[in-house]
């Protein structure tokens, strides 16, 4: 899954950086609820999950803001102050 997203030109150490915080879809660890709309979200669903604010939502909810992120990512990381190693 990590090497969906590896470019061959990143940089290992920033890579690693963007993983650590970068939203993801994972499978539910434990049940929970939706931060949007508050649907329950059982253990073992598929859900999007976004490590630097803690919030998962569930898939109707998730896929717009992931694809979202993964279209904006680039400016994040400027705006971070990490830098972009990558050229889309
Ligand atoms: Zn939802």
């Known amino acids: 899954m990590l090497e969906a997203n590896t470019s061959p030109k990143g940089i290992g150490k920033t890579i690693m950086t963007r993983y650590s915080k970068d939203p993801r879809q994972i499978s539910a660890k434990f049940s929970s609820n939706c931060c949007k709309c508050k649907t329950r979200i059982p253990k073992g669903a598929t859900i999007y999950y976004w490590p630097s604010s803690g919030e998962v939502f569930c898939t109707s909810c998730g896929d717009a ?23 889309y």
């Open 65 to 87: 803001p992931f694809r979202q992120f993964l279209s904006s990512a680039k400016d994040e990381e400027v705006y971070a102050g990490s830098g972009n190693p990558y050229v």
